[in-house]
């Protein structure tokens, strides 16, 4: 036989490793297939505990809400100053918004809000249904 040419042995050895790695790549392939499948499994619990949570969270901040809510009704006066406050920072931010608008540095300032102000309560005194 010349040089060149494989001995039957020698491809039965070469098949048999061929073989042998054919199987070790399906292993491995199936074993990954299971790590994904836990992995899946997982991932979906996680995101079910997230769930959970966030259903629990938003229980929590609605008690805590009507539990403020329900005691500012019993108490007029820390109603009344909290209400008070809130208008007080909201005249203070639109103030600040105000300022800081060019347009309205070259006119006067206090009339606009006058007239802007009156508009508002007009248009709630027209519209006091909504």
Same mark, same amino acid.
């Given at each position: 036989m010349p040089k060149g040419v494989?001995?039957?042995?020698e491809l039965e050895k070469e098949q048999e490793r061929i073989l042998k790695e054919?199987?070790?790549?399906?292993?491995e392939t199936k074993e990954l297939l299971e790590v994904s499948t836990e992995v899946?499994?997982?991932?979906?619990?996680d995101i079910q505990i997230d769930k959970q949570?966030?259903?629990l969270e938003e229980k929590e901040a609605t008690d805590i809400?009507?539990?403020?809510?329900?005691?500012?009704?019993?108490?007029?006066?820390?109603?009344?100053?909290?209400?008070?406050?809130?208008?007080?920072?909201?005249w203070r931010g639109v103030w600040t918004i105000m300022d800081g608008? *060019?347009?309205?540095?070259?006119?006067?300032? *206090?009339i606009?809000?006058?007239v802007v102000g009156i508009g508002v309560l007009w248009l709630l005194k027209k519209f006091d249904r909504l």
């Amino acid at each position: 036989m010349p040089k060149g040419v494989p001995k039957a042995a020698e491809l039965e050895k070469e098949q048999e490793r061929i073989l042998k790695e054919e199987k070790k790549i399906e292993d491995e392939t199936k074993e990954l297939l299971e790590v994904s499948t836990e992995v899946k499994k997982l991932v979906r619990a996680d995101i079910q505990i997230d769930k959970q949570e966030e259903k629990l969270e938003e229980k929590e901040a609605t008690d805590i809400q009507r539990f403020a809510i329900h005691n500012l009704k019993h108490h007029k006066i820390i109603l009344t100053f909290v209400i008070f406050i809130a208008v007080i920072l909201v005249w203070r931010g639109v103030w600040t918004i105000m300022d800081g608008i *060019s347009i309205f540095t070259y006119t006067s300032t *206090s009339i606009i809000a006058l007239v802007v102000g009156i508009g508002v309560l007009w248009l709630l005194k027209k519209f006091d249904r909504l």
